[in-house]
């Protein structure tokens, strides 16, 4: 069973209302995708999310369900977290890239909901041309937040890439420093290269990230209430 994806239930200090979010636009993964030329499709996982096991497999073994399940855990057990597919014509067997991608709340008052992408991986055996998969995916995501109109993290490579974008505003994108929850799931465990130096550890209790700097996309959906204080302040 996965674990719920909304605020509801979970005490805030000083009295804060924590921002709820329907979540049907996160939880939307079989219409979630999007059609590229050359037949390459993003997209997100079909009913059911088996495809989530095969997830753990692009990349490397090491994080494969049947090689080591605490790295498996957290991507089945926690409906806040899930993974962009990459199909492509060349390698027809299966999804060949992938990508995490979570939805997670700052350390704020209320927290405020931001969409994570971690990095693009590649199956270590699929001989494709994986050069766009970049862009292709930057565009995926985009639309997810401008759907769900909160704003989007991405790492410093696809920070630079989303800047010379001509699909969106320059003056959307820029660099913040953060702090996350991390919510304990049904999976007991979690795992990240990115939001901690543990890579996988037991979490039985809500935990808080270090600083961690990031590049920010603030879509033109976003409200008030969804955006950090620095994006709410005026721009010089």
């Known amino acids: 069973r996965r674990s719920t994806l909304m605020c509801s239930g ?34 997100e996982d079909a009913p059911g999310e088996l495809g989530l096991f095969w997830a753990t497999k692009i990349g490397g073994p090491s994080h494969g369900f049947d090689v080591e399940g605490q790295c498996l855990l957290p991507l089945l057990a926690n409906a806040r ?22 939805l997670l709340w700052t350390k704020a008052e209320p927290p405020i909901p931001m969409l994570w992408l971690e990095t ?4 270590f055996v699929a001989h494709v041309n994986t050069t766009p998969w970049r862009g292709m995916v930057l565009r995926h995501v985009i639309e997810k937040a401008e759907a769900m109109g909160i704003c989007l993290c991405l790492d410093s490579g696809m920070g630079r890439a989303l800047q010379t974008s001509a699909v969106i505003d320059k003056n959307s994108v820029e660099q913040r420093t953060m702090q996350f929850v991390l919510r304990p799931t049904n999976g007991v465990v979690e795992a990240s290269d990115y939001l901690s130096g543990k890579h996988d550890w037991v979490q039985t209790k809500e935990e808080i990230t270090d600083r961690i700097t990031r590049w ?3 879509p033109r959906s976003a409200s008030v209430d969804t955006q950090t204080e620095d994006s709410k302040k005026p721009r010089l």
């Open 10 to 43: 979970v005490t805030f200090p000083n009295g804060a209302t924590p921002i709820l979010l329907v979540p049907g636009s996160w939880r939307a993964s079989p219409r979630s995708r999007t059609e590229h030329d050359g037949g390459v499709v993003v997209h």
């Open 81 to 102: 977290h899930k993974v962009v597919l990459v199909s492509d014509p060349d390698w027809p067997h299966h999804p060949a890239g992938r990508a995490h991608f979570r």
């Open 120 to 123: 693009v991986n590649c199956d």
């Open 216 to 218: 920010v996309y603030t």
